[in-house]
């Protein structure tokens, strides 16, 4: 069946540690990319978003992801994270011709210790 | 400015009982979604209003669940005969409808069916 894969589902770093999410998705052709962010206590909020040209994107509080098409991959990125990181993150696609609903992946809870 | 909000935001019933889950959306926000959220899971796509029709309907999971946008704004989600499988954080987004456009999430209402 077609889906959007996060390969980790719990990561524990220390502060200044460098951060990297995996997410991966089997649907063909043209797609749109998201990773959300959920804070403890608050609701999903976008990081950032791929929808056509450089695949190096750049989001909110120092995030990158990079699409790489050959690969059917989004992964996340922070160069070094901080305790306020601490956060679920969702991968999530829009598969092309669909009506913008997104597709979520399972999530990755991650744990940055001080 | 306002975002979206979600009433109730916690709501238990009684296994058999219907149930109305409401969503503001942003004002000007043309287009509502409606996402579940079992535990450890990511956000499930339900239902996608744009403007007051159903546009895509595909993720309701039976005839039990049933959505409406009279006006093209509030969007009242309805659950007859609730099971405990039912139990899952509704989720509510908006966003202006157009392509490539962002779904702002609301804070979820909470269902557990007893």
């Known amino acids: 069946a077609q889906s959007v894969s996060q390969h980790n589902h719990h990561v524990i770093l220390s502060e200044a540690a460098s951060l990297e999410l995996g997410c991966n998705y089997s649907?063909?052709?043209?797609?749109?990319l998201f990773w959300y962010v959920q804070y403890p206590g608050q609701h999903l909020q976008l990081l950032l978003k791929?929808?056509?040209?450089?695949?190096l994107v750049k989001g909110i509080k120092g995030f990158e992801a990079e699409f790489i098409k050959s690969k059917f991959s989004f992964n996340l990125r922070k160069p070094s994270v901080q305790w306020s990181d601490t956060a679920e993150y969702f991968c999530?696609?829009?598969?092309?011709?669909?009506?913008?609903?997104?597709?979520f992946g399972t999530g990755t809870l991650l744990a940055v210790q001080p | 400015g306002a975002g979206v909000s979600q009433t109730p935001s916690n709501k238990v019933t009684e296994k058999g009982k219907y149930v109305e889950l409401r969503c503001d959306p942003i004002?000007?926000?043309?287009?509502l979604y409606w996402y579940r959220q079992s535990l450890g899971q990511g956000p499930e796509f339900l239902i996608y209003?744009?403007?007051?029709?159903?546009?895509?309907d595909s993720g309701l999971p039976n005839d039990r669940f049933f959505a409406v946008r009279p006006e093209g704004s509030v969007s009242t989600l309805k659950i007859q005969r609730t099971e405990r499988g039912d139990s899952a954080m509704y989720l509510c987004?908006?966003?202006f409808g157009r392509g490539q456009d962002t779904q702002y999430f609301g804070p979820g209402t909470r269902l557990t069916v007893l």
């Open positions: 987004a908006s966003s």
């Open positions: 649907y063909g052709g043209t797609v749109n």
């Open positions: 209003f744009q403007g007051t029709g159903a546009a895509d």
């Open positions: 791929y929808f056509s040209g450089d695949p």
């Open positions: 004002s000007g926000h043309t287009a």
């Open positions: 999530a696609v829009i598969p092309g011709g669909a009506t913008n609903k997104l597709i």
